[in-house]
């Protein structure tokens, strides 16, 4: 199977390089490892996994799902989430692995009036790795989707999504903490349509970029005609930790309709040395004074992602990250 690659010089991805990171690698898709916790409402269908929550069903628990990829190998794993009108579910995805492999992933997600999803997602993929996904959402009145992509893994990344608020009143929120060392490459590619009144969205990520990483932030919101009364923001925030590292940004409001409230924002730069300073001038030491203001940028993104158990999951793999030495 020949997989239509996208070409480099195409505007969506002009940073970043599929063609080139995936040269040699195979490209007859096989199914990976995959396992499965909590899965009430989670069945395995030829080509992946479909997550069905009926119409006014409310999960206690959350369904937790983890991809384990191997060297040499190429998987296109398929997966759909519908939630019936009124549903609310917790969902946790985890990509892992060892070795060389690429992770193409397609992700459906439809969410009718008045559910809510809240989407976990941890890139975790060996430094080897590619891994690719296309989320696609579609939105009924009043729904609520909430997504948290960590991503620490994979020689090149690409989370890419396409959110549409379809129904009056639909929000959703796009939350990413992106911590990147070495030659890795994460690109953000994020789309969201107002195409109904009333409805919110929110864009929020931060990235800290080592050594010759290179970091991508891609935000769009298009307001159509007629979706009055939009309420949605954008905002990026990168900091560099050398010389090395990289960071592009490109955020982007298309605006048809009136009586809106639509604002972006994006900033990279160095760690506030005068922060550094005040903090040092009080006897903290240079490095924990580092590591604490690190953790404070990301952390105010990472507790978006809930609390309990699922917040602190995330201070424990952004103090672990941090722990490994910064520049």
Known sequence: MNIALPAHDAESW????LALAVKGMPQEAVRPPVSVRGGAYVREEKDGWVIDVPSGERAAEPSEIAIRGFDNSFFMPRMDMRLGAGAALSVIERHEGRGRFWNNQQTQIAIGAGAVLRHIRL???PEDAIYTQNTN???GKGGRYEVFTLTTGSLLSRNEMHVDLNGEGASCALYGVNLLRGKQHGDSTLTVVHAAPGCRSEQFYRSLLRDQAHGVYQ???LVARGADGTDATQLSNAILLSEGAEMDTK????IY???VKCSHGATTGALD????FYMRSRGVDEDEARAVLLSAFVNEVAEKAGDGDIAEMFRKKIHEWLARGDS
Request: hydrophobic share 30%.
């Open 14 to 17: 002009k940073y970043t390089n």
């Open 123 to 125: 890139q975790e993929n």
């Open 137 to 139: 959402v579609t939105m």
């Open 219 to 221: 935000g769009k919101i």
């Open 251 to 254: 955020p982007e409001l298309e």
């Open 257 to 259: 309709a009136d009586d």
């Open 273 to 276: 040395e005068e922060a550094l």
